[in-house]
């Protein structure tokens, strides 16, 4: 780069130079006053010859210089429109179409290396059988998703869903302060209900008035679930009578990301009426911005076992609610 701007930088004088002497050399006609005529006869002829040459000059100066800017202008242009194909390209490449912190593998799928056990810590990285999940990108004991046959919240597959609420018909009832349903709704925002329901994502103690019936507060928190990640809300049934368990599993994240979790279950055991059974994964806030507890109506009876209080759930923390007494344990 130094070299070029050097050599033009030497060449451009010398080009001046050449001009300069071409110009001399024609303003010799208009100073033959002082010549004697045999003298200036003699040198008509170089003179024309110098006057072609002249033109020769202006004329070649004429095509070639603006060919050349042409070629160097051409090929900036191309070598520009190259750059551009480049740099569209690369972006098709890598458009994010995956969730922040989630990773698109060469097949296109969206994948989580902080908890996708075939691709712990990075992409295509599996997890020995020795493991059971991957956990911040660490092959863990821990469990990942737990529900086998595991049904999806089918309105909020592969979407991003954030205050919302869903209804889900069951395949068993389950009951809860002697109220028997199979019609339930969830809320994106940790919240299981058995009669009317809200969507609402501003915490508080309870009883609270925007649930009307029977409400289970898993983890009643500003939640939400981030597109293309896995993030939902799954639902299953297992066993046989009378001994029949549905579990609700909530995998989502709290709203301000989607690599800080909040998953756990709610399940009911048939043979149980009454009572319900809480159960922590991964929660990152661990509860300082949550409510956890069980209410009859909007105006109780009710079971708080916590609110806004940190730490109040961790890692395979297990709650127990029995309406039956009106206590908990865990
Ligand atoms: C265009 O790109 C080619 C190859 O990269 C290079 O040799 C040439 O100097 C470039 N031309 C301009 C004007 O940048
Ligand atoms: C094209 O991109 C390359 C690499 O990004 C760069 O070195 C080159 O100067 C660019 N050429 C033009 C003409 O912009
Ligand atoms: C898995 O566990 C077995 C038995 O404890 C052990 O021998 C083996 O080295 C482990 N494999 C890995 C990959 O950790
Ligand atoms: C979700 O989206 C991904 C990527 O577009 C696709 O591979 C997958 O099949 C979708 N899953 C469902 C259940 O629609
Ligand atoms: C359910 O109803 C039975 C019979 O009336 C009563 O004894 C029991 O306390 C009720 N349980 C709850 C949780 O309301
Ligand atoms: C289910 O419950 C919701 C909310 O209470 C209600 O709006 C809906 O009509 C119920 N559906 C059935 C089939 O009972
Ligand atoms: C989780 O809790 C269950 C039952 O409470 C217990 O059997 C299991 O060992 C615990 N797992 C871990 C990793 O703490």
Redesign the pocket.
């Known amino acids: 780069m130094d070299k070029d701007i050097q050599n033009q930088s030497n060449q451009s004088p010398s080009v001046t130079n050449n001009n300069t002497q071409a110009v001399k050399t024609v303003t010799l006609p208009e100073n033959t006053s002082n010549i004697p005529v045999e003298y200036a006869k003699n040198f008509r002829p170089l003179i024309k010859i110098l006057l072609v040459l002249l033109c020769l000059i202006i004329i070649a100066t004429a095509i070639i210089v603006p060919n050349i800017l042409l070629t160097s202008k051409s090929a900036e242009e191309s070598n520009i429109s190259t750059n551009t194909t480049t740099i569209s390209t690369t972006v098709t490449a890598t458009t994010v179409i995956c969730a922040s912190g989630y990773v698109q593998t060469p097949s296109g799928a969206c994948v989580n290396t902080q908890i996708d056990l075939n691709n712990c810590g990075t992409v295509g990285y599996v997890c020995s059988s020795n493991y059971t999940s991957c956990s911040s990108g660490i092959c863990s004991a821990r469990p990942a998703v737990q529900l086998s046959g595991a049904i999806a919240v089918s309105a909020w597959i592969n979407q991003t869903i954030d205050d919302a609420t869903a209804q889900i018909s069951l395949p068993v009832s389950i009951t809860?302060?002697?109220y028997t349903t199979t019609n339930v709704t969830i809320t994106s925002n940790g919240v299981l209900c058995m009669g009317s329901c809200s969507s609402s994502y501003s915490n508080g103690i309870l009883p609270t008035s925007p649930f009307g019936g029977p409400t289970l507060f898993g983890f009643w928190d500003d939640l939400k679930i981030y597109s293309g990640t896995g993030q939902t809300v799954y639902y299953a049934t297992s066993g046989t009578t009378p001994n029949r368990i549905t579990t609700f599993e909530f995998y989502e994240s709290f709203y301000s990301s989607s690599l800080q979790y909040c998953h756990f279950q709610i399940i009911f055991d048939e043979n149980q009426p009454?009572i319900v059974k809480y159960i922590y994964f991964d929660v990152a806030s661990g509860g300082s911005s949550a409510t956890i507890g069980v209410q009859?109506s909007s105006f109780g009876p009710s079971i708080t076992y916590s609110v806004n209080q940190a730490n109040a759930v961790a890692y395979n923390t297990t709650l127990i609610f029995d309406?039956?007494t009106?206590t908990f344990s865990g």
């Open positions: 809860l302060y002697n009454n009859k309406t039956n009106n």
